[in-house]
Protein backbone atom coordinates (compact mmCIF):
# COMPACT_ATOMS: atom_id res chain seq x y z
CA UNK A 1 0.00 0.00 0.00
CA UNK A 2 1.58 3.32 -1.17
CA UNK A 3 0.56 6.62 1.13
CA UNK A 4 -0.14 8.75 -1.42
CA UNK A 5 0.07 8.40 -5.35
CA UNK A 6 0.51 11.78 -6.62
CA UNK A 7 -0.81 11.95 -10.52
CA UNK A 8 1.33 14.81 -12.22
CA UNK A 9 5.10 15.43 -12.03
CA UNK A 10 4.78 19.26 -13.03
CA UNK A 11 5.70 21.82 -10.70
CA UNK A 12 3.14 21.12 -8.04
CA UNK A 13 3.31 17.50 -7.54
CA UNK A 14 6.86 17.66 -7.22
CA UNK A 15 6.84 20.52 -4.85
CA UNK A 16 3.53 18.58 -2.75
CA UNK A 17 6.46 15.10 -3.24
CA UNK A 18 8.86 16.60 -1.25
CA UNK A 19 6.81 17.98 1.31
CA UNK A 20 5.56 14.46 2.40
CA UNK A 21 8.85 13.08 2.02
CA UNK A 22 10.07 15.79 4.24
CA UNK A 23 8.18 13.46 6.93
CA UNK A 24 8.62 10.35 5.69
CA UNK A 25 5.43 9.56 3.93
CA UNK A 26 5.81 6.91 1.00
CA UNK A 27 5.08 8.90 -2.63
CA UNK A 28 4.99 7.47 -5.61
CA UNK A 29 4.59 10.02 -8.83
CA UNK A 30 2.66 9.04 -11.88
CA UNK A 31 3.94 11.27 -14.89
CA UNK A 32 2.42 10.17 -18.06
CA UNK A 33 5.31 12.02 -20.34
CA UNK A 34 7.62 10.07 -20.97
CA UNK A 35 10.77 12.35 -20.58
CA UNK A 36 10.98 16.08 -19.30
CA UNK A 37 9.43 18.48 -21.83
CA UNK A 38 10.96 21.73 -22.35
CA UNK A 39 7.26 23.83 -22.86
CA UNK A 40 7.51 27.04 -22.53
CA UNK A 41 5.23 27.37 -19.40
CA UNK A 42 5.34 29.71 -16.70
CA UNK A 43 8.41 32.44 -16.96
CA UNK A 44 9.19 33.39 -13.29
CA UNK A 45 8.71 32.91 -9.40
CA UNK A 46 6.92 35.54 -7.14
CA UNK A 47 7.72 36.78 -4.05
CA UNK A 48 5.83 34.21 -2.11
CA UNK A 49 7.05 31.25 -4.06
CA UNK A 50 10.47 32.69 -3.81
CA UNK A 51 10.28 32.78 0.07
CA UNK A 52 8.65 28.75 0.19
CA UNK A 53 11.53 28.08 -1.90
CA UNK A 54 14.02 29.74 0.73
CA UNK A 55 12.08 27.99 3.32
CA UNK A 56 13.27 24.97 1.94
CA UNK A 57 16.64 25.41 0.83
CA UNK A 58 15.97 25.79 -2.73
CA UNK A 59 16.32 29.51 -3.21
CA UNK A 60 20.21 29.31 -3.14
CA UNK A 61 19.90 26.34 -5.88
CA UNK A 62 17.63 28.59 -8.26
CA UNK A 63 18.85 31.97 -8.08
CA UNK A 64 21.93 31.38 -10.69
CA UNK A 65 19.65 30.13 -13.09
CA UNK A 66 17.48 33.28 -13.42
CA UNK A 67 17.35 37.24 -13.32
CA UNK A 68 16.37 39.15 -10.45
CA UNK A 69 14.39 42.58 -11.76
CA UNK A 70 12.33 45.14 -9.91
CA UNK A 71 9.47 44.66 -8.58
CA UNK A 72 5.81 45.73 -11.62
CA UNK A 73 3.11 47.94 -10.09
CA UNK A 74 -0.37 45.94 -10.08
CA UNK A 75 -1.67 45.19 -13.19
CA UNK A 76 1.80 46.76 -14.88
CA UNK A 77 0.62 50.15 -13.72
CA UNK A 78 3.98 52.03 -13.27
CA UNK A 79 4.10 53.55 -9.67
CA UNK A 80 6.27 52.60 -7.10
CA UNK A 81 6.06 49.76 -5.26
CA UNK A 82 5.95 50.69 -1.24
CA UNK A 83 8.37 50.60 0.69
CA UNK A 84 9.85 47.91 3.27
CA UNK A 85 7.49 45.29 1.53
CA UNK A 86 6.62 43.01 4.16
CA UNK A 87 9.18 40.62 3.12
CA UNK A 88 12.91 39.80 2.79
CA UNK A 89 12.85 38.76 -1.18
CA UNK A 90 11.11 42.14 -2.33
CA UNK A 91 11.86 41.63 -6.14
CA UNK A 92 10.65 39.35 -9.00
CA UNK A 93 12.67 36.73 -10.33
CA UNK A 94 12.75 35.47 -13.72
CA UNK A 95 13.31 31.55 -14.89
CA UNK A 96 12.04 29.12 -17.45
CA UNK A 97 9.44 26.66 -15.58
CA UNK A 98 11.52 23.87 -17.39
CA UNK A 99 14.69 25.04 -14.86
CA UNK A 100 12.01 25.33 -11.81
CA UNK A 101 11.07 22.16 -12.41
CA UNK A 102 14.70 20.27 -12.96
CA UNK A 103 15.14 21.73 -9.26
CA UNK A 104 12.19 20.48 -7.93
CA UNK A 105 12.78 17.13 -9.14
CA UNK A 106 16.29 17.28 -8.28
CA UNK A 107 14.88 18.47 -4.26
CA UNK A 108 12.25 15.63 -4.58
CA UNK A 109 14.09 12.54 -5.28
CA UNK A 110 17.09 13.13 -2.82
CA UNK A 111 14.65 13.38 -0.73
CA UNK A 112 13.20 9.44 -1.38
CA UNK A 113 10.30 10.58 -4.16
CA UNK A 114 9.21 7.81 -6.76
CA UNK A 115 8.82 9.43 -10.17
CA UNK A 116 7.35 6.76 -12.53
CA UNK A 117 7.53 8.20 -16.09
CA UNK A 118 5.23 6.94 -18.84
CA UNK A 119 2.54 5.96 -16.71
CA UNK A 120 -0.69 7.69 -17.39
CA UNK A 121 -3.39 7.35 -14.77
CA UNK A 122 -6.48 6.72 -16.74
CA UNK A 123 -9.22 5.36 -13.83
CA UNK A 124 -9.55 5.28 -9.35
CA UNK A 125 -11.56 3.52 -7.66
CA UNK A 126 -12.09 5.40 -3.98
CA UNK A 127 -13.35 3.71 -0.94
CA UNK A 128 -13.50 3.97 2.73
CA UNK A 129 -9.38 2.74 3.19
CA UNK A 130 -8.07 4.50 0.54
CA UNK A 131 -7.78 4.70 -3.66
CA UNK A 132 -7.25 2.02 -6.72
CA UNK A 133 -5.58 3.79 -8.99
CA UNK A 134 -5.78 2.30 -12.68
CA UNK A 135 -2.92 3.02 -15.26
CA UNK A 136 -3.62 2.86 -19.14
CA UNK A 137 -1.02 -0.40 -19.15
CA UNK A 138 -3.41 -2.11 -17.18
CA UNK A 139 -1.56 -1.70 -14.11
CA UNK A 140 -3.52 -1.61 -10.22
CA UNK A 141 -2.13 1.01 -7.98
CA UNK A 142 -2.95 0.86 -4.29
CA UNK A 143 -2.58 4.05 -2.05
CA UNK A 144 -3.99 5.62 1.12
CA UNK A 145 -4.41 8.89 -0.30
CA UNK A 146 -4.44 10.29 -4.29
CA UNK A 147 -3.50 13.80 -5.47
CA UNK A 148 -4.79 14.76 -8.67
CA UNK A 149 -1.68 17.82 -9.51
CA UNK A 150 -2.56 16.88 -13.91
CA UNK A 151 -3.05 19.84 -15.03
CA UNK A 152 -6.75 21.74 -16.37
CA UNK A 153 -7.08 19.13 -18.13
CA UNK A 154 -7.10 16.71 -15.23
CA UNK A 155 -8.46 13.12 -15.62
CA UNK A 156 -8.09 12.92 -11.36
CA UNK A 157 -10.72 15.76 -11.13
CA UNK A 158 -12.86 14.84 -14.22
CA UNK A 159 -13.06 10.94 -12.53
CA UNK A 160 -14.13 12.34 -9.30
CA UNK A 161 -17.14 14.17 -10.88
CA UNK A 162 -15.53 17.59 -8.86
CA UNK A 163 -17.56 20.60 -10.74
CA UNK A 164 -15.13 22.79 -12.45
CA UNK A 165 -17.52 25.89 -12.81
CA UNK A 166 -16.06 29.35 -14.49
CA UNK A 167 -16.23 31.03 -17.71
CA UNK A 168 -14.98 29.07 -21.21
CA UNK A 169 -12.43 31.11 -23.40
CA UNK A 170 -13.58 33.56 -25.56
CA UNK A 171 -10.37 34.14 -26.96
CA UNK A 172 -7.34 32.38 -27.88
CA UNK A 173 -3.95 32.86 -28.51
CA UNK A 174 -0.74 31.33 -30.39
CA UNK A 175 2.22 30.86 -28.70
CA UNK A 176 5.58 30.00 -30.42
CA UNK A 177 9.25 29.42 -30.17
CA UNK A 178 10.64 30.15 -33.37
CA UNK A 179 13.62 32.09 -35.44
CA UNK A 180 13.50 34.83 -37.53
CA UNK A 181 14.77 35.89 -41.09
CA UNK A 182 15.25 39.59 -39.89
CA UNK A 183 17.42 40.94 -37.60
CA UNK A 184 16.82 40.64 -33.83
CA UNK A 185 16.19 44.82 -33.23
CA UNK A 186 13.80 45.41 -36.16
CA UNK A 187 11.62 41.99 -35.01
CA UNK A 188 11.60 43.36 -31.59
CA UNK A 189 11.00 46.87 -32.56
CA UNK A 190 8.12 45.72 -34.60
CA UNK A 191 6.54 43.62 -32.19
CA UNK A 192 6.67 46.66 -29.67
CA UNK A 193 5.11 49.40 -31.79
CA UNK A 194 1.83 46.20 -32.36
CA UNK A 195 1.53 45.96 -28.70
CA UNK A 196 1.02 49.20 -28.39
CA UNK A 197 -2.28 48.73 -29.60
CA UNK A 198 -3.11 45.02 -30.09
CA UNK A 199 -4.05 42.82 -26.64
CA UNK A 200 -2.21 39.93 -25.84
CA UNK A 201 0.80 40.72 -28.47
CA UNK A 202 4.71 40.35 -28.17
CA UNK A 203 7.62 38.71 -28.62
CA UNK A 204 11.27 38.64 -26.31
CA UNK A 205 14.50 36.87 -26.94
CA UNK A 206 14.70 33.48 -25.41
CA UNK A 207 18.69 33.07 -26.56
CA UNK A 208 20.79 31.30 -29.18
CA UNK A 209 18.36 33.04 -31.80
CA UNK A 210 15.05 31.57 -30.65
CA UNK A 211 12.10 34.21 -30.17
CA UNK A 212 8.82 33.83 -28.02
CA UNK A 213 6.17 35.10 -30.13
CA UNK A 214 2.26 35.39 -28.69
CA UNK A 215 -0.75 36.59 -31.08
CA UNK A 216 -4.50 36.17 -30.78
CA UNK A 217 -5.89 33.87 -32.93
CA UNK A 218 -8.13 33.46 -35.18
CA UNK A 219 -11.35 32.41 -33.13
CA UNK A 220 -11.45 29.76 -30.75
CA UNK A 221 -9.98 26.04 -31.63
CA UNK A 222 -12.40 23.11 -31.35
CA UNK A 223 -9.59 21.01 -29.63
CA UNK A 224 -6.96 23.24 -28.05
CA UNK A 225 -4.87 19.83 -27.31
CA UNK A 226 -3.94 20.25 -31.12
CA UNK A 227 -1.11 22.76 -31.79
CA UNK A 228 -1.10 25.27 -34.17
CA UNK A 229 0.93 25.00 -37.58
CA UNK A 230 3.62 27.25 -38.68
CA UNK A 231 0.99 28.72 -41.10
CA UNK A 232 -1.46 30.18 -38.40
CA UNK A 233 1.29 32.17 -37.40
CA UNK A 234 2.70 33.73 -40.27
CA UNK A 235 -1.20 34.50 -40.80
CA UNK A 236 -1.71 36.41 -37.48
CA UNK A 237 1.54 38.27 -37.96
CA UNK A 238 0.93 39.96 -41.23
CA UNK A 239 -2.61 40.49 -40.09
CA UNK A 240 -1.65 42.67 -36.94
CA UNK A 241 2.17 43.88 -38.09
CA UNK A 242 2.07 43.63 -41.92
CA UNK A 243 4.97 41.00 -42.27
CA UNK A 244 5.34 36.89 -41.11
CA UNK A 245 9.30 38.35 -40.43
CA UNK A 246 10.10 34.77 -42.12
CA UNK A 247 9.77 33.01 -39.04
CA UNK A 248 10.66 29.22 -39.46
CA UNK A 249 12.17 26.41 -37.52
CA UNK A 250 9.35 26.31 -33.92
CA UNK A 251 11.14 24.53 -31.16
CA UNK A 252 7.26 24.85 -29.79
CA UNK A 253 4.06 25.91 -30.69
CA UNK A 254 0.65 26.23 -28.63
CA UNK A 255 -2.37 27.61 -28.20
CA UNK A 256 -3.62 28.99 -24.89
CA UNK A 257 -7.70 30.77 -24.08
CA UNK A 258 -9.02 32.70 -21.43
CA UNK A 259 -11.20 30.12 -19.99
CA UNK A 260 -11.68 30.72 -15.77
CA UNK A 261 -12.50 27.76 -14.00
CA UNK A 262 -12.54 27.32 -10.36
CA UNK A 263 -13.57 23.60 -9.16
CA UNK A 264 -15.89 23.21 -6.31
CA UNK A 265 -14.24 20.91 -4.03
CA UNK A 266 -10.37 20.71 -3.54
CA UNK A 267 -11.18 17.54 -1.34
CA UNK A 268 -13.41 14.51 -1.99
CA UNK A 269 -12.65 12.11 0.40
CA UNK A 270 -8.88 10.45 0.10
CA UNK A 271 -8.97 12.28 -3.17
CA UNK A 272 -7.29 15.80 -3.36
CA UNK A 273 -6.63 18.00 -6.34
CA UNK A 274 -4.00 21.18 -6.69
CA UNK A 275 -2.45 23.43 -9.15
CA UNK A 276 -4.08 23.64 -12.46
CA UNK A 277 -6.14 20.61 -11.60
CA UNK A 278 -7.89 22.69 -9.44
CA UNK A 279 -8.56 25.80 -11.48
CA UNK A 280 -7.55 27.61 -14.76
CA UNK A 281 -6.90 31.03 -15.76
CA UNK A 282 -5.42 33.15 -18.33
CA UNK A 283 -1.35 33.69 -17.93
CA UNK A 284 -2.00 37.34 -17.13
CA UNK A 285 -0.17 37.87 -14.01
CA UNK A 286 2.02 34.46 -13.91
CA UNK A 287 -0.32 33.56 -10.87
CA UNK A 288 -0.55 29.85 -12.38
CA UNK A 289 2.73 27.86 -11.40
CA UNK A 290 3.06 29.82 -7.80
CA UNK A 291 -0.76 29.40 -6.70
CA UNK A 292 0.28 25.04 -7.23
CA UNK A 293 3.41 25.65 -5.63
CA UNK A 294 1.69 27.25 -2.91
CA UNK A 295 -1.16 24.50 -2.72
CA UNK A 296 1.34 21.92 -2.26
CA UNK A 297 3.14 23.88 0.66
CA UNK A 298 0.31 24.32 2.31
CA UNK A 299 -1.42 20.42 1.73
CA UNK A 300 1.92 18.39 2.16
CA UNK A 301 2.63 19.09 5.88
CA UNK A 302 -1.25 18.07 6.61
CA UNK A 303 -1.67 15.19 4.39
CA UNK A 304 1.05 13.86 6.26
CA UNK A 305 0.02 14.15 9.37
CA UNK A 306 -3.36 12.32 8.48
CA UNK A 307 -1.07 9.66 6.90
CA UNK A 308 1.24 9.19 10.55
CA UNK A 309 -1.87 9.25 12.62
CA UNK A 310 -1.82 12.86 14.57
CA UNK A 311 -3.64 14.79 12.67
CA UNK A 312 -6.60 16.83 14.58
CA UNK A 313 -9.99 16.66 13.10
CA UNK A 314 -10.73 19.23 10.50
CA UNK A 315 -6.58 19.80 9.51
CA UNK A 316 -6.71 18.13 6.37
CA UNK A 317 -9.97 19.36 6.10
CA UNK A 318 -8.60 23.09 6.13
CA UNK A 319 -6.79 22.63 3.03
CA UNK A 320 -9.79 23.18 1.14
CA UNK A 321 -11.07 26.17 3.59
CA UNK A 322 -7.96 27.41 3.85
CA UNK A 323 -6.93 27.66 -0.22
CA UNK A 324 -10.26 27.50 -2.23
CA UNK A 325 -10.51 31.24 -1.08
CA UNK A 326 -7.10 32.25 -2.01
CA UNK A 327 -7.90 30.83 -5.15
CA UNK A 328 -11.13 32.14 -6.07
CA UNK A 329 -8.95 35.49 -5.40
CA UNK A 330 -6.46 35.12 -7.58
CA UNK A 331 -8.94 34.15 -10.11
CA UNK A 332 -10.97 37.18 -9.42
CA UNK A 333 -7.76 39.55 -9.73
CA UNK A 334 -6.92 37.77 -12.79
CA UNK A 335 -9.73 38.56 -14.22
CA UNK A 336 -9.16 42.44 -13.21
CA UNK A 337 -5.93 42.59 -14.48
CA UNK A 338 -7.19 40.96 -17.92
CA UNK A 339 -9.37 44.11 -18.19
CA UNK A 340 -7.17 46.92 -17.06
CA UNK A 341 -4.40 46.05 -19.74
CA UNK A 342 -7.34 46.18 -22.87
CA UNK A 343 -6.61 48.93 -25.04
CA UNK A 344 -10.76 49.19 -25.20
CA UNK A 345 -11.45 52.78 -23.83
CA UNK A 346 -13.11 51.99 -20.93
CA UNK A 347 -10.67 49.57 -19.58
CA UNK A 348 -8.22 52.62 -19.88
CA UNK A 349 -10.64 54.85 -18.29
CA UNK A 350 -10.93 52.42 -14.86
CA UNK A 351 -6.92 51.86 -15.53
CA UNK A 352 -6.16 55.61 -14.93
CA UNK A 353 -8.80 55.74 -12.20
CA UNK A 354 -6.79 52.89 -10.44
CA UNK A 355 -3.87 54.79 -10.95
CA UNK A 356 -5.11 57.38 -8.98
CA UNK A 357 -6.21 55.50 -5.83
CA UNK A 358 -2.82 53.70 -6.27
CA UNK A 359 -1.04 57.33 -5.15
CA UNK A 360 -2.52 56.20 -1.72
CA UNK A 361 -0.14 54.36 -0.32
CA UNK A 362 -2.37 51.96 1.71
CA UNK A 363 -4.30 51.11 -1.59
CA UNK A 364 -0.75 50.68 -2.91
CA UNK A 365 0.54 48.25 -0.51
CA UNK A 366 -2.63 46.49 -0.45
CA UNK A 367 -2.47 45.94 -4.67
CA UNK A 368 1.07 45.18 -4.27
CA UNK A 369 0.65 42.26 -1.37
CA UNK A 370 -2.10 41.27 -3.47
CA UNK A 371 -0.01 40.48 -6.40
CA UNK A 372 3.11 39.40 -4.15
CA UNK A 373 0.99 36.40 -2.76
CA UNK A 374 1.72 38.00 0.55
CA UNK A 375 -1.41 39.10 1.90
CA UNK A 376 -2.93 35.78 2.59
CA UNK A 377 -4.52 35.98 6.47
CA UNK A 378 -6.20 32.54 6.92
CA UNK A 379 -9.38 33.06 9.42
CA UNK A 380 -7.46 31.60 12.67
CA UNK A 381 -10.48 33.66 14.83
CA UNK A 382 -9.56 37.29 16.45
CA UNK A 383 -6.58 37.91 18.15
CA UNK A 384 -3.40 39.62 17.28
CA UNK A 385 -3.04 41.29 13.98
CA UNK A 386 0.10 38.12 12.79
CA UNK A 387 -2.36 36.02 13.56
CA UNK A 388 -3.38 33.54 10.06
CA UNK A 389 -0.21 35.86 8.34
CA UNK A 390 2.72 34.02 7.13
CA UNK A 391 5.81 35.35 8.97
CA UNK A 392 8.31 36.96 6.77
CA UNK A 393 12.23 35.69 6.80
CA UNK A 394 13.63 37.72 9.84
CA UNK A 395 16.99 38.04 10.91
CA UNK A 396 17.85 36.04 14.34
CA UNK A 397 20.55 36.76 16.61
CA UNK A 398 22.16 33.04 15.57
CA UNK A 399 21.04 33.16 12.15
CA UNK A 400 17.89 33.40 9.69
CA UNK A 401 14.30 32.36 10.28
CA UNK A 402 13.76 30.39 7.58
CA UNK A 403 16.63 28.55 7.95
CA UNK A 404 15.09 26.91 10.66
CA UNK A 405 12.17 25.92 9.25
CA UNK A 406 14.00 23.71 5.97
CA UNK A 407 12.96 20.71 7.91
CA UNK A 408 9.27 20.97 7.27
CA UNK A 409 7.81 21.14 11.19
CA UNK A 410 6.26 23.51 13.28
CA UNK A 411 8.69 26.08 14.75
CA UNK A 412 7.94 27.89 18.37
CA UNK A 413 10.11 31.27 17.70
CA UNK A 414 10.35 32.01 21.67
CA UNK A 415 11.47 35.56 22.55
CA UNK A 416 11.05 34.43 26.53
CA UNK A 417 13.24 31.62 27.05
CA UNK A 418 10.67 30.77 29.06
CA UNK A 419 8.50 28.15 27.34
CA UNK A 420 8.36 25.04 25.97
CA UNK A 421 7.14 22.23 23.18
CA UNK A 422 7.41 19.10 25.28
CA UNK A 423 4.86 16.56 24.60
CA UNK A 424 5.31 17.83 20.98
CA UNK A 425 8.57 18.14 20.17
CA UNK A 426 9.11 15.32 17.50
CA UNK A 427 6.55 17.38 15.64
CA UNK A 428 7.38 21.71 16.78
CA UNK A 429 11.01 22.70 16.70
CA UNK A 430 11.89 25.25 20.00
CA UNK A 431 13.94 28.04 18.58
CA UNK A 432 14.66 30.14 21.78
CA UNK A 433 15.97 33.59 20.05
CA UNK A 434 15.40 37.02 19.67
CA UNK A 435 14.62 39.19 16.55
CA UNK A 436 14.49 42.90 16.04
CA UNK A 437 12.17 42.37 13.79
CA UNK A 438 9.52 40.47 15.72
CA UNK A 439 7.02 42.09 18.01
CA UNK A 440 5.50 39.40 19.98
CA UNK A 441 6.68 37.53 22.86
CA UNK A 442 6.49 34.10 20.90
CA UNK A 443 4.65 33.13 18.28
CA UNK A 444 4.14 29.81 16.82
CA UNK A 445 4.26 29.05 13.37
CA UNK A 446 2.90 25.90 11.52
CA UNK A 447 5.22 24.09 8.50
CA UNK A 448 4.16 26.46 5.94
CA UNK A 449 4.83 29.38 8.04
CA UNK A 450 1.79 30.66 8.98
CA UNK A 451 1.73 32.18 12.55
CA UNK A 452 -0.70 29.71 14.80
CA UNK A 453 -0.40 31.64 18.02
CA UNK A 454 1.04 34.33 19.81
CA UNK A 455 1.69 35.24 23.12
CA UNK A 456 3.94 34.25 26.38
CA UNK A 457 1.48 32.39 28.76
CA UNK A 458 2.48 28.33 28.86
CA UNK A 459 -0.90 27.23 29.41
CA UNK A 460 -2.23 28.99 26.54
CA UNK A 461 0.59 27.68 24.38
CA UNK A 462 -0.26 24.06 25.38
CA UNK A 463 -4.01 24.58 24.80
CA UNK A 464 -3.11 25.45 21.16
CA UNK A 465 -0.85 22.89 20.17
CA UNK A 466 -2.75 20.06 19.44
CA UNK A 467 -4.81 22.08 16.94
CA UNK A 468 -2.36 22.47 14.88
CA UNK A 469 -0.13 19.07 15.96
CA UNK A 470 -2.33 16.89 17.39
CA UNK A 471 -2.31 15.20 20.98
CA UNK A 472 1.25 15.29 22.68
CA UNK A 473 3.05 12.19 22.28
CA UNK A 474 2.82 10.06 25.74
CA UNK A 475 5.99 9.96 28.15
Known amino acids: MIDVIIAGGGPTGLMLAAELRLHGVHVLVLEKEDEPVARPGAL ?100 RYLA ?39 FIAAMTEVRKTVLGFGAGPQGDGVFRVVTPAEGVAGDRAVPPSLDELKQQLRK ?24 ERFRVGRVLLAGDAAHVHPPTGGQGLNLGIQEAFNLGWKLAAEVAGWAPD ?8 ERHPVADDVLNTTRAVAELISHEPGAQAVRRLLSELMDFEDANRY ?12 DFGEGHRLLGRRLRDVPL ?32 DLVADVSEEVDVPAALLRPDGHVAWVGEDQRELTDQLPAWFGPPTPR
Open 367 to 378: LAEKQAGIGVRY
Open 44 to 143: GLGIRTLEVMDQRGLLERLLPLGQKYPVFGFAGIQKPVPDRLDTAHAYGFGIPQALTERVLTEHAVELGTEIRRGSELTGLIPDDDGVTAELADGTRLQA
Open 314 to 321: GLLESYHG
Open 397 to 428: KRGRLYELMRGGRGLLLDQTGKLSVEGWADRV
Open 240 to 263: FAGSDFGVHSPTWQSRFGNATRLA
Open 148 to 186: GCDGGRSVVRKLTGVGFPGEPATAEWLLFDVRVDVPADT
